[in-house]
Every structure is written in structure tokens, then in C-alpha cells.
């Protein structure tokens, strides 16, 4: 039997609890850099300006993009665990749990592939690349190596907009196909079903 929007959205919710909660218990640990603590402070302080209106939106763009580049460079180790944690856990644990994560078995539903086996491991890893914005983060990476500075937040909001057009798209499919299976249900030929 088909697994349904609802119980796909609340899976999706518990699972994405569980990866921030893991996340943040290994990172918390890793210090803040000073650079990280003046690029925040800086983008706040860019941000009241322009609401107060101190500064035009081309200043306020140009201001907030430094300090948010500054950040991400700060950051990369955390956004590196958090990609590593997501994948680990989307991929692998499901892979070993029979197409089940957390959330998946409390709402008594899991993937499999379109002849009802489990799907290979690498099945998994391409499905979470694609659905839970590993490969955008993984291109904001790679972005972050090699623009500078002025590009780097109109580049990465590029690659955003696209990955969240995607996972708009599958959510979409989802809901309104019979079969309701999502754009990456039938890129990587896998739906969600539910079980007992």
C-alpha cells in the first residue's frame, strides 16, 4: 500500500529533529572563531541598518554577502559533519533498517524499490544527495573554494532556488500522483510504502 503526503511529511519532520539534535550535540563542542563572532555581528548590524532604513538594498546585499561568505568559510567544518551526519543517517541507517529511518517506522512506512526489495545502498546515497539538499550544500561548498566574496551569496542562492524548485516539485508529485511517488522516487525508481 502507498504511503501518503501526511505520513511522508511528519516522517520527514522527526527525521530532520533527529539529525539536527545529533548534529548539534557533536558540534557543539567545536569552537566559534572570533572572525565568525564579527561577520555575525556584522550581518545584524547590516540587517537594522537597512530596516531602519540607514542603507539602500545594492549596500545592504554587498555588506550582508561579505558577512555571510565570512561565515560559511568559518563554518565548513560544521556544514561538513551536518552533510556527513545527513547522509549517514538518510542513507545508510535506512539502507541497514530495511528502507526505514526513524521517523519512517513510526509512521509505519519505508522505501523500497519498484520491485519491492530493499534498494542497494547506493540507491540511498544518490536519493539523499538528490532530496534532503546534500548536493546543493556539498555545490555551496565547492562555490565557497573558488568565487569570491561578492559572488559567493548570489551564486549559493542560485543553487538554493534550484534545490528547494526541486524538493517543491517532488512534494507536488507526492500529493497529487496516484502513485505518489516524488520526482526522486522516479529518478532513482524507488516509492514509499506503507507496512504494518
Known amino acids: ?3 501518503y503526503f501526511l505520513q511522508r511529511l511528519i516522517s520527514y519532520l522527526i527525521d530532520f529533529f533527529i539529525v539536527i539534535v545529533v548534529v548539534s550535540c557533536i558540534t557543539f ?3 566559534v572563531s572570533n ?3 564579527e561577520a555575525l555581528k556584522k550581518s545584524n548590524e547590516v540587517s537594522n541598518a537597512y530596516l531602519n532604513g540607514e542603507i539602500d538594498s545594492h549596500e545592504y546585499l ?4 561579505k558577512a555571510n561568505y565570512t561565515m560559511s568559510k568559518e563554518n565548513m567544518i ?3 559533519i551536518n552533510l556527513l551526519i545527513t547522509v549517514a543517517y538518510f542513507a545508510t541507517y535506512a539502507y541497514y533498517k530495511n528502507g526505514q529511518t526513524i521517523g519512517k517506522k513510526l509512521m509505519h512506512i519505508k522505501v523500497e ?3 519491492e526489495k530493499n534498494p542497494s545502498h547506493g540507491t540511498f546515497i544518490f536519493r539523499a544527495l538528490f532530496i534532503y539538499g546534500v548536493i ?3 555545490i555551496s561548498l565547492i ?3 573558488l568565487i569570491q566574496a561578492d559572488m559567493y551569496s548570489y551564486t549559493v542562492l542560485v543553487v538554493e532556488t534550484i534545490q528547494s524548485i526541486l524538493v517543491f516539485i517532488s512534494a507536488l508529485m507526492i500529493m497529487f500522483r496516484k502513485d505518489t511517488r516524488g520526482l526522486h522516487d522516479l529518478i532513482f525508481k524507488t516509492k514509499v510504502v506503507a507496512v504494518k
Open 35 to 37: 572572525s565568525y563572532d
Open 143 to 145: 562555490i565557497l573554494q
Open 62 to 65: 554587498v555588506e550582508y554577502g
Open 136 to 138: 546543493a550544500s556539498i
Open 1 to 3: 500500500m502507498k504511503a
Open 78 to 80: 560544521v556544514t561538513v
Open 29 to 31: 563542542f567545536i569552537p
Open 113 to 115: 524499490s519498484l520491485d
